[in-house]
């Protein structure tokens, strides 16, 4: 077995035994717990699927950004998205990561991602969820209009709020987890 699929095994590994605490995280600690965690664990699969792709890569969370306007008057001080990673001290990738992406999610992460594209032009971006809640018609605009690319981890693609990922315990979607992981390695052009 090589290596990379060995890291991409432990990955799953993660995953599967932390999805499987949530249900009684939920039932003892409450709702907003439970999002939290879920939040972190799509944050850290992602991390740690990026680590598996070139395990020397920076990858750093609140990694804020000073981004100045057009008119080099004013700034926005606090710019970020969930992981920014740098290979050799150079901006190589920024990930925006969700549970579940919704509208409201996507536009922010677009927005995020096109400020920081302000002070680092042509810096791939990428969005990293769990299930996908966006309706065909804004899915399609965005993805139009914006540069970025996305990647639906869970086999159950539709988000429903009756079956939260705490209650179905959602398999990851193996084949979609290693287009993410070659999709990381095809921007640093590794092996």
């Not at 810096?123 to 209009?145: D, S």
């Not at 209650?167 to 084949?175: F, G, R, S």
């Amino acid at each position: 077995m090589n290596t990379s699929k060995m890291k991409i095994d432990l990955c799953v590994e993660y995953y599967e035994q932390t999805v499987s605490k949530l249900l009684a995280e939920y039932q003892q600690q409450g709702q907003g717990v439970t999002r939290n965690s879920c939040g972190e664990m799509y944050e850290r699969l992602a991390k740690m699927l990026m680590l598996s792709a070139d395990d020397t890569l920076d990858i750093r969370k609140n990694d804020y950004m000073t981004i100045k306007s057009d008119s080099g008057l004013y700034s926005l001080n606090n710019v970020q998205v969930d992981w920014h990673v740098y290979k050799n001290n150079d901006l190589k990738l920024i990930v925006e990561c969700k549970t579940y992406l919704d509208v409201c999610y996507l536009k922010r992460a677009v927005d995020d991602f096109e400020t920081i594209r302000k002070k680092y032009p042509n810096v791939p971006a990428v969005i990293f969820t769990g299930q996908n809640a966006v309706g065909k018609n804004a899915w399609g605009y965005y993805n139009e209009m914006y540069d970025f690319e996305t990647f639906v981890v869970n086999q159950t693609k539709r988000r429903s709020s009756k079956n939260p990922i705490y209650k179905t315990k959602d398999n990851l979607d193996l084949v979609e987890v290693n287009n993410f992981v070659n999709h990381v390695k095809g921007l640093l052009n590794v092996n």
